[in-house]
């Protein structure tokens, strides 16, 4: 039985830096008529993203002004215009340690 991997490989940029570049699961995107989530496997796509955050995982919010997605053969790539807080919120880790 052939296995299935449950995340792609998602880029995100802008014309002066690369903000994120993993594989995750899940993207929650506000596009320019409704908000969706792109999962593994999702069907072809190219759309319009809203200024907001694009939330990776369900853990890491990335800021953004706008920009243009295009999701293919498994790979989510994304460019963007940058909020004052992108590049920020791209470096922040994704979980603080505990403090004891």
């Not at 409704?34 to 955050?53: M, N, S, W």
């Not at 995982?57 to 940058?82: H, M, Y």
Request: aromatic fraction near 10%; glycine fraction near 4%.
């Amino acid at each position: 039985m052939a296995k299935f991997k449950n995340n792609f490989r998602c880029v995100i940029l802008s014309p002066k830096n690369l903000i994120f570049e993993s594989e995750v699961n899940s993207l929650y995107i506000i596009g320019d008529r409704t908000e969706y989530e792109l999962l593994a496997y999702h069907y072809p796509l190219i759309g319009l993203v809203q200024k907001g955050d694009i939330i990776v995982d369900w853990k890491k919010k990335i800021p953004i002004q706008s920009g243009i997605l295009r999701f293919f053969a498994n790979e989510c790539t994304i460019l963007v215009e940058e909020s004052e807080k992108t590049l920020a919120a791209a470096q922040k880790p994704t979980e603080q340690p505990a403090k004891h």
